[in-house]
């Protein structure tokens, strides 16, 4: 990890990506020669560069927390001396509670921003006072194109062909910026709907945003052709799930057709059935595994048996130059849901600043006999915020009290995918296809086996199967950016029962679901529009 780190910074600080002049990116330098792509160790500074760059873009803002449980309305402010005030009216059944606003801090306000649509766009246009979190770089897609042009250039210099790599090394090295592409593709599309969507090494042309249903078609064709030429992970332990792999490829692939599931409704049961299959694949590959809750800080840590893909974080190289140790401090999603031990130093992190909804934590663990709830939390259903943690992300904790300055979180991973994301898919669409739920059932124990929870009973035809799905995801992978994309792509956005942030069928329709996008991607290109939801005062 040490020589990609080293690696990265070389090619970083000697290299400029860049997209299309119409949005409005770094023009391409030497990188573009034929001079650069000459060997191995070209490729994989190249594509060390774009972990680098999309390690930067996601750790920026609290991606996970500001796209997942933040924007669906679960986690809540808190204050100290668990004082809470009761406001905002009732939410999903249950009183909302807020701080009294002579105790609030920045932090308290974070949860609270992205569930007011005219405070999050208030938010990412201005910064307010929660300004750290820096909510409106997840408006800006520059960065993500800057990848995807990277990659294209990859890609096409291979393709035309580099003697100095093995026909395996092609293959393997046009397979990783396949994926690397398509990741960026299906954030984007889950961000912001519609995108523009472009493979060439050199467009020049402005292009329009494309159909989302068409562009994740497009990257599920392009990794299809990929997936046969990567093995299933890494051979080296320090790459495991940091570097793309089959797996990562797999577990990509189920992710796009299961959101296309949800917006394709014609062509819905294709989509499961592939999505079965690749999961199918996965698991009889055996290249991965479940590793006992017991050992859930190794998960936790990173490049794990269970990583298909994750943005590998360390702070064993901890200087001022290391892009790994450059994340904001508050891009880690339980920043604000921890406080000592787990989070230093020990005078200004006496308490959490936000908390989960009692009604929420009930709904996740009707069983509270479920091991997750001793291993990820303190007081799990206790409101206050002298006493409830959530310590899934909290194991690896990094002690250092010499610096008062510092506002220091444990030092764990970002977690992309992993196996049980994609057992838990796999079990969705299974249940979907309404042919094979006992399959379905087993796919769910695997994951309620490992957490130490009560196994789903074998009730074929269970019309509560689809629920307990759904809400087995929402409990396994809460924290790890995946939740209101869940909510978004099942529809389930809609309905009160699933979110405390629900959206009306209008809103919907009209994209509140999705982010802004910056006004300076409409530079240089007459096609583009922006999300109209979010123009005028029609929220």
Not at 274 to 285: C, F, H, M, Q, R
Not at 448 to 456: E, H, V
Request: aromatic content about 12%; some cysteine.
């Amino acid at each position: 990890m040490k020589k990609i780190t080293i690696c990265l910074l070389i090619v970083l600080s000697a290299s400029q990506f860049s997209c299309k002049k119409f949005l409005d990116i770094t023009p391409i330098d030497k990188l573009t020669g034929n001079n650069f792509y000459r060997s191995a160790d070209d490729m994989e500074s190249n594509i060390t560069d774009m972990y680098g760059r999309l390690f930067d873009k996601y750790t920026r803002t609290s991606f996970a927390g500001a796209t997942g449980e933040f924007r669906s309305g679960e986690a809540i402010p808190a204050v100290q001396g668990g004082e809470l005030r009761r406001g905002l009216g009732r939410l999903g059944g249950h009183t909302r509670q807020t701080p009294d606003p002579r105790g609030n801090t920045d932090k308290q306000v974070i949860p609270e921003t992205t569930i007011d649509d005219r405070l999050l766009l208030e938010a990412v246009q201005t910064g307010r006072s929660w300004s750290d979190y820096n909510f409106g770089d997840l408006t800006v897609w520059n960065e993500y194109y800057q990848v995807i042009q990277a990659a294209n250039l990859l890609i096409s210099k291979i393709e035309e062909g580099i003697p100095a790599l093995t026909a395996e090394q092609s293959k393997r090295y046009i397979a990783e910026g396949k994926f690397i592409r398509s990741f960026c593709y299906f954030q984007m599309v889950r961000l912001y709907g519609d995108v523009v969507y472009y493979t060439t090494a050199y467009q020049k042309d402005p292009l329009p945003r494309e159909n989302m249903v068409s562009v994740v078609n497009k990257c599920i064709a392009d990794l299809k052709t990929a997936k046969p030429d990567i093995i299933w992970t890494m051979n080296d332990p320090s790459l495991r799930g940091v570097r793309a792999s089959r797996g990562a490829i797999v577990g990509l692939l189920m992710n796009l057709n299961m959101w296309n599931a949800g917006f394709d409704p014609a062509n819905k049961t294709k989509y499961y059935e592939e999505t079965a299959a690749l999961g199918d694949e996965l698991i009889k590959s055996n290249a991965f595994r479940l590793l006992p809750i017991t050992e859930w800080a190794t998960v936790a840590k990173g490049r794990s048996e269970e990583s298909l893909f994750e943005l590998f974080r360390t702070l064993n190289y901890n200087d001022s130059d290391n892009p790994f140790a450059q994340a904001n401090p508050f891009s880690p999603f339980a920043d604000v849901f921890i406080h000592f031990p787990y989070k230093q130093p020990e005078y200004t992190h006496r308490y959490s600043n936000a908390v989960f909804t009692e009604l929420y934590m009930k709904k996740l663990y009707p069983d509270e006999g479920d091991g997750r709830l001793n291993y990820w939390f303190v007081s799990p259903f206790d409101q206050n915020a002298e006493t409830f943690q959530l310590k899934k992300f909290a194991y690896n904790t990094f002690v250092d009290a010499s610096n008062p300055g510092l506002d220091i979180n444990p030092d764990n991973t970002y977690l992309i995918m992993r196996y049980a994301d994609a057992i838990l898919l796999r079990a969705e669409a299974l249940a979907e296809l309404g042919t094979q739920d006992e399959e379905a059932i087993k796919m769910l124990n695997l994951v309620r086996d490992r957490g130490r929870a009560t196994l789903y009973p074998n009730a074929v035809g269970d019309t509560d199967l689809k629920d307990a799905i759904f809400w087995e995801r929402a409990k396994e992978l809460m924290g790890e950016g995946t939740h209101y994309f869940d909510l978004v792509r099942t529809k389930k956005v809609l309905n009160k029962t699933y979110t405390d942030n629900p959206l009306t069928y209008d809103k919907f329709n009209r994209g509140g679901w999705t982010w802004p996008i910056n006004p300076s991607a409409l530079n240089n290109n007459p096609y583009m529009s922006l999300n109209e939801y979010w123009i005028g005062t029609g929220l």
